[in-house]
């Protein structure tokens, strides 16, 4: 096979008016796809790096047709489909059709799964098989499954739902018929409305579209190659059977960063990002939120998603704190090809090019209120202070750096409240206690109370203070 080369910074329209990456970086990044295509002994491989929201480097290896892959080439980008599903439906929760506590029978008429929450089928954590009843659903036409309850076969439920995270593609299936149910269309016509379109994947599709690549197998003991079939996989397709590009995928990698309020802000992103299932220990290295994989990888937490499909790879990832996110595609069957360069060239651009903070600037219009807050509290005789933000959100930190570990940041409501965004507090409710004259008494932070002075007197600490102070 003649391997061909090409490396393009050029992205987007707007790629002009950004600041490229240097010299050395793009030489590594190049160097790293070039070895992953010859040690994975793929038939082509594309990689692509986005950077605070824009897509600064890609590259392909190989060839598809003859011709060197690019960003616009496409390819099939299976369990990645999961997420842009898991999309739609925290668009249907943001959108007040559904809570993620719904059991799905509230809302849709199924035969197996029923009692399991939206949350538990979004985290893989509803007991339900991996696969769906045989032959193999993705090398098999979905018309031997053209109802949903012909997707499952004679043990669905493998585990209690809630107790474990259990992968299951079928769940996807069902996430699927709930956008429709919801909605009155096929799911995809809703992504490609609400999705796609608002965000310029233009080359995402349910079949594939030219150029695209061709889906292979390699041979384990030889170099020669033997063609995967690529089916259209009906109910099964939420799971797993869309195609795109690594130009469409950097823009949604882009998207899973920041937010975008014409598709899902970025607070409902941040809680697709947050661990729902094990391991949630300070030491995990994989783990799973709301449609979203996390992987801990060179001491950041990536999120994203990878996807198999017979004859395809691909890998999305993304790094928030450092702004950066990668796309890795190629054409075999494989499960470990793509993910290890994927989260190199983050680590290429994070370590070569680290992020330069934005300038630090004094906040405009202090609220006199909000400032009051801010300073030495005591949460019984452990010493916290906290600090007020830009975005009149705060952040609560114990002085000493350890204590009971329970620093936070918070989101200021409008009611005048704040809720907590991580850590022991996330979900907790911040509030500011007032006496009669108006004057600030405590901080009540979900029943535990915040004062001024260690364990001070008053009246506002559970259980009173000892009348003989200090001794």
Known sequence: MTVLLEESAETSPDAADFAELLPATRRALLHRLATGQVDGRTPSLVGAVVRDGRMVWS????????????????????????????????RLRDEGLIDLGDPLARHLD????????????????????????????????????????????????????????????????????????????????????????????????????APHAEGWAVHPWADVL???????????????????????????????MDGDERVLGAASLAEMRAPEAEPQGADWTAGYGLGVQLVRRDGRILAGHTGTMPGFVAQVWTSPRDGIASVVLGNLTSLSTAGAVAADLIRTVAENEPRIP??????????????????????????????????????????????????????????????????????????????AEGAVSHLDLGTFVFTRQPYEPGGAVPGGVDTGGWR
């Open 358 to 435: 934005e300038p630090w600037r004094p906040l405009e219009g202090v609220d006199p209120a909000l400032l009051e807050l801010t300073g030495p509290w005591y949460w019984g005789a452990t010493a916290f202070v906290l600090r007020l933000r830009a975005d009149r959100g705060l952040d609560l930190t114990p002085v000493d750096g350890s204590g009971p570990g329970r620093a936070a940041h918070f989101r200021a409501e409008t009611d005048g409240t704040w809720t907590g965004l991580d850590g022991y507090y996330a979900g907790e409710t911040l509030t500011v206690v007032r006496g």
């Open 110 to 209: 199924v035969p197996e799964a029923g009692g399991a929450t939206v949350a538990q089928l979004l985290s893989h954590t509803a007991g339900l098989a991996a696969e769906a009843r045989g032959p193999w659903w993705e090398r098999t036409d979905g018309a031997l499954r053209p109802e949903l309850a012909d997707i499952f076969g004679e043990r669905p439920q493998r585990h209690a739902p809630g107790r474990v995270h259990h992968y299951s593609n079928p769940g996807f299936a069902l996430l699927g018929a709930l956008v429709e149910r919801l909605r009155g269309e096929s799911w995809y016509e809703v992504l490609r409305r609400e999705v796609l379109e608002p965000l310029g994947m233009e080359r995402t599709t349910l079949s594939p579209e």
């Open 59 to 90: 590259a392909g290896r190989g060839t598809v047709g003859g011709e060197v892959p690019g960003a616009g080439t496409q390819y099939r980008i299976g369990s990645i489909t999961k997420t842009l599903v898991a999309v739609l439906v925290m």
């Open 226 to 256: 033997l063609p995967e079939p690529a089916v259209d996989t009906g109910r099964m397709a939420p799971a797993g059977q869309l195609w795109s590009t690594a130009g469409d995928l950097g823009r949604f990698a882009a998207f899973l």
